[in-house]
């Protein structure tokens, strides 16, 4: 299980430094709708593209997957780097609510991004 919270942490931590490569596969992939402010997601759609991105995560189960997010500290490690991880929409079950990860002004924007 820490193989895949580690690589779970570090896709986080790309996201929050605003890594150019990364930035752009999100601006390109799946349901996301990214922002010069946030990145939002549902967990279907993370775990879907996580699967297909990061070697660590490739055949990790949904369940476990989401087991693994939750015990993670992401929002420490994104924190950082200036910024966090909240809820964006609540759908009042946890597979079909929004999450963003939000940029503070501070952070500075170092790839494309789209509305």
């Known amino acids: 299980m820490q ?17 150019a490569a990364v930035i752009a596969a999100l601006a390109g992939g799946e349901r996301f709708q990214l922002s010069e402010t946030a990145w939002q997601f549902s967990l ?9 991105h990061e070697p660590a995560l490739r055949g990790v189960a949904y ?3 989401r087991q693994a997010l939750f015990n993670c500290p992401i929002n420490r490690v994104v924190g950082a780097h200036g910024a966090m991880v909240t809820i964006a929409e609540n759908k009042a079950k946890v597979d079909e609510t929004r999450y963003a990860l939000i940029w503070s002004s501070m952070a500075p924007a170092q790839g494309p991004t789209q509305a």
């Open 3 to 19: 193989a895949i919270e580690d690589a779970l942490t570090g896709f986080f931590e790309r996201v929050a430094q605003r890594e």
């Open 44 to 52: 279907p759609d993370l775990h879907a593209y996580l699967e297909r």
């Open 63 to 65: 369940k476990r997957f």
